[in-house]
């Protein structure tokens, strides 16, 4: 199993930027596939990004394609999610999540989640 512990949420204008990061534990980390979920209040949780084990392969939401990036340095056990262009709309508490090595957009296909970042955009 993975331990992740995340950072980089805050408070942002609308149109500017911040880099989340998930750290994690465990030696294997770099035979998991990792996707970052966002929840807003009185919403469902929706996927965000995902990224397969080597990096090769990514996924993102529509809503979020051409201002997301998620990317990962398994040398550091860490996942990023850098968001430009932020809108109040993406506002929400972002989790990463973990799974072994087959990369998914299906949160109950993930079986370990950091804490939670908030991200609030004004406007």
């Known amino acids: 199993q993975v331990q992740l512990v995340e950072s980089g949420g805050g408070l942002v204008q609308a149109g500017g930027s911040l880099r989340l990061s998930c750290v994690a534990s465990?030696?294997?980390?770099?035979?998991?596939?990792m996707g970052w979920f966002r929840q807003a209040p009185g919403k469902e949780r929706e996927f965000v990004a995902a990224i397969s084990w080597n990096g090769g392969s990514t996924a993102y939401a529509d809503s979020v394609k051409g201002r997301f990036t998620i990317s990962r340095d398994n040398a550091k056990t860490t996942v990023y999610l850098q968001m430009n262009s932020l809108q109040p709309e993406d506002t929400a508490v972002y989790y990463c999540?973990?799974?072994?090595?087959?990369?998914?957009?299906?949160?109950?296909?993930?079986?370990?989640w950091g804490q939670g970042a908030q991200v609030t955009v004004s406007s």
């Open positions: 999540a973990a799974r072994f090595r087959t990369i998914s957009t299906v949160s109950p296909q993930y079986n370990s």
């Open positions: 465990g030696r294997t980390f770099s035979r998991y596939a």
